[in-house]
């Protein structure tokens, strides 16, 4: 662990470097605070990314909100009866 | 180290109930509390595994018996699940390994992109992301003042690009994208190693975005202005 990460300038990395770690990034499976402060600064000052990142999240938000599906009432009474029986 | 979710502690038995629990001094109080437990449990995914199970089957009716079939299967498991915090995935591979046993034959299924689904790696780079491969007409597209109108359509647009989407790619999105599952978990429900969540995760976005964006482009979603640009 390095507590010292932000007393020094966090290097800089290309469009493609961040691209590549985005999704990592985005879904929290990027654990490297080191790694993850590159990303966050170079999306701090390269609107291309930036806005790819946006549409990224756009996107995913979307998805979950169209993905989800009301649970007939029926299958909770289903489900219910049938724990109850156990 | 995989000691949440293994086969060993999934339910092999069809109908015969085993109930968890061992029989104490308190006996059937024991048992009681067991079975709340796991109705907690139960109640708090249920959401979640309906919405997996629809988009398996494809079929209300169908989803309905694979969510109980698969509560019922858990049921008879539950003892030896060790880790409780993590049952929700626990319950999710359940149910997987029950849509493949049981319902994936009689699952209808739509025409989904001609794709070789099986390939895991990332040696292929035909389908590198539009945010990649096309940037600049992408942003164009992603910025213009129609962005508002396609976000209107987008939940339906984006639940027919995710209904096309191979099998292996439109679960992992979902345990992933929907549900929020780890790359680790979904890869304990799926059975496949971590890197192969990963890749498909990519994979999938990109076919994904790839829908949208040409059923943006038919739709006559993209302007005149971006036609031009990429053309």
């Known amino acids: 662990m390095n507590d010292n990460n932000n007393d020094h300038a966090v290097v800089d ?48 938000e979307r998805l979950r909100k169209s993905a989800g599906n009301q649970t007939p009432e029926r299958l909770h009474d289903r489900l219910r009866n049938l724990i109850d029986r156990f | 180290m995989n000691t949440a979710i293994s086969d060993d502690n999934a339910a092999r038995t069809d109908g015969n109930i085993r109930p968890p629990g061992r029989v104490t001094d308190t006996g059937q109080m024991k048992d009681e509390d067991t079975k709340a437990a796991f109705s907690r449990h139960v109640e708090n995914c249920t959401d979640s595994l309906y919405s997996l199970a629809l988009r398996l089957t494809r079929n209300n009716a169908d989803a309905e018996d694979l969510v109980a079939d698969s509560v019922t299967k858990a049921w008879s498991a539950f003892e030896s699940l060790e880790d409780r915090n993590r049952f929700r995935p626990w319950l999710f591979r359940i149910l997987h390994n029950c849509f493949i046993s049981s319902y994936r034959k009689k699952s209808v299924r739509p025409v989904e992109h001609a794709y070789n689904d099986l390939v895991d790696d990332d040696s292929h780079d035909d389908l590198t992301s539009l945010l990649i491969k096309q940037p600049d007409e992408f942003l164009l597209w992603w910025s213009n003042p129609e962005r508002e109108f396609v976000n209107s359509l987008l939940g339906e647009d984006i639940m027919s690009a995710i209904e096309m989407l191979p099998e292996a790619f439109r679960i992992t999105v979902l345990l992933v994208n929907v549900e929020g599952l780890s790359y680790d978990e979904a890869a304990e429900v799926l059975d496949v190693p971590p890197g192969t969540v990963r890749s498909r995760m990519k994979r999938g976005r990109t076919l994904l975005q790839k829908s949208l964006w040409e059923h943006a482009r038919e739709a006559g979603l993209v302007s005149d202005d971006i036609k031009r640009c990429t053309s």
């Open chain 1, 13 to 60: 990395i290309d469009c493609m470097e961040a691209i590549n770690g985005l999704y990592a990034y985005l879904d929290g499976e990027m654990d490297d605070p080191v790694q993850i402060s590159k990303i966050e600064n170079h999306l701090c000052h390269c609107r291309s990314c930036y806005s790819r990142t946006e549409f990224e999240k756009t996107l995913s």
